[in-house]
């Protein structure tokens, strides 16, 4: 674990880094406030620090104030070491910010000890944050898939829209859909079908730009969302998704399975200023014409209908994917 | 200090033993000693090399911090006073010194609240505890040294 000691004093700094590098401390030792906040305040900086009250440019107390304005990431234990010892000054330093606070001179074994509670607090702390990342993660991604889940691909989507109208470029929207997944299921079981749709996930994830976007939409519905993408290439990136998931089985505990998709392909610069449910309709359509077409094909949403093609928007049958 | 009465020898020798450390505390309450061996020596954990590199660090250092609170004790600025004490203060306190750093101390308190008028008679007794100290630290330096 390292550590940060800031002392003005050679010999109080030498003595508290022979003491805490004996405990098994990696230390690093300032002689200044300056130097300690800004060491604290790195990316990767040091999650201890014991402090000297006085000391130039900045005092122990200053540390802390401005460790606590500045670091917002991890929590930074920081304890306050002087030969003050009046009432006033240990509040004064508690309200600092400090965790804690010993007088000099200090003694090794409790030194040691009060840096063993430093590290259950930010223990502590470690665990709250992984608690809480992996709610965030929950929050944000489908259970079964990893994937975006079906709020968060939308926000994505609208975001990624409204900076494509800013900057005159095109958002390329893929409505995705597995071939004949009911089979699947009705078939070899709702497992083998997530074990499908899993590995489905993964080869969508494999096929795109690590700044591209991948969501569960539905049951075994994908959206993805292609950035800044030129409209000149859309069809072809499209086709080499598709290509990616037909190309082998998909190899499940029952053996392998032959897996297609259809694809709606929608090019956002060819439909002006429409809202995102609106787009997600027209792309939803031309995922029909792709079933429609004999399934394992890329259809592209156009804002005119060619003359003599049933218009799939005018109604909504039922159909079986 | 309680000691039970009519209990066997090896009580009595415990019962003795905390007796003495009780007076030993006692003594060093009244009056700090110039300099406790034993405390520096737990202080560092027995480590004789950092000991070594203690007295080497005060041996260079403590001439100019001497220098600067003599400095500030005769331009009777009190900033300056209770800076300089305050750092002999922590260096001789680090090195179990109590008597020069209880001087040091009082030196301090006299710098943060300007009483200029003690500060010449208070730098004559630290530098007086100094005086006693410094052959007592080169002694110990002496004999970690060996």
């Not at chain 1, 003491?19 to 002689?31: H, K, M, S």
């Not at chain 1, 597995?178 to 009705?186: E, Q, R, S, Y």
């Not at chain 1, 069809?235 to 694809?263: C, D, F, K």
Request: net charge negative; aromatic share 4%.
């Amino acid at each position: 674990m390292k550590i940060l000691i800031a002392d003005d004093e050679a010999l109080s700094r030498r003595l508290l880094q022979s003491t805490l590098e004996r405990a098994g401390y990696e230390v690093i030792a300032v002689e200044n406030g300056r130097q300690a906040a800004d060491q604290i305040c790195t990316a990767d900086g040091p999650r201890l620090a014991l402090l000297d009250w006085v000391m130039p440019e900045l005092d122990g107390p200053g540390v802390c104030r401005e460790v606590r304005k500045r670091k917002e990431q991890s929590y930074v234990y920081m304890a306050l070491i002087t030969s003050k010892e009046a009432k006033e000054d240990v509040i004064a330093g508690l309200e600092s910010g400090a965790d804690d606070y010993l007088t000099k001179p200090f003694d090794p074994e409790e030194l040691k000890a009060r840096l063993r509670t430093g590290l259950r607090i930010l223990g502590l702390e470690n665990r709250l944050v992984e608690a809480r990342e992996e709610m965030r993660f929950k929050a944000s991604h489908d259970a079964l898939t990893t994937l975006w889940n079906r709020a968060v691909i939308l926000e994505l989507l609208e975001r990624e829209l409204s900076r494509s109208h800013r900057e005159n470029a095109t958002t390329v929207i893929i409505l995705c859909d597995i071939d004949h997944f009911k089979d699947v299921n009705d078939t070899f079981g709702h497992l083998i079908g997530d074990e499908l749709l899993r590995e489905t996930s993964k080869r969508l994830l494999a096929s795109v730009r690590s700044y591209d976007f991948v969501g569960r939409y539905g049951g075994e519905e994908f959206l993805i969302v292609l950035n800044n993408c030129d409209p000149a290439f859309a069809v072809a990136r499209a086709e080499e998704i598709r290509n990616t998931i037909a190309q082998r089985p998909v190899q499940t505990s029952t053996g392998p399975v032959p897996v297609t998709m259809s694809l709606g392909l929608l090019l956002s610069h060819q439909w002006g200023t429409r809202s995102v449910e609106e787009l997600l309709r027209e792309a939803d359509i031309a995922l029909y014409a792709a079933k429609e077409a004999g399934r394992n094909c890329v259809k592209l949403a156009s804002p005119t209908p060619a003359l003599g093609v049933p218009d799939s928007r005018i109604k909504e049958p039922a159909r079986q994917r | 200090m309680h000691c039970r009465l009519g209990g066997n020898e090896q009580a009595d020798k415990e019962c003795g033993a905390q007796n003495e450390q009780a007076a030993k505390k006692a003594r060093k309450e009244l009056a700090p000693l110039i300099f406790d061996h034993e405390e520096l020596l737990a202080r560092v954990e027995n480590d004789r090399e950092l000991l070594r590199d203690l007295l080497a660090i005060f041996k260079e250092d403590f001439p100019r911090q001497l220098l600067a609170l003599r400095e500030a004790v005769d331009a009777k600025d009190g900033n300056r006073v209770a800076t300089a004490a305050h750092t002999l203060r922590g260096m001789l306190s680090n090195l179990a010194a109590s008597q020069a750093a209880a001087t040091a101390a009082r030196l301090e308190q006299m710098g943060r609240k300007n009483e200029t008028l003690g500060f010449q008679e208070a730098f004559g007794v630290f530098e007086n505890d100094a005086n006693k100290l410094l052959p007592q630290l080169d002694a110990c330096m002496a004999e970690v040294c060996k």
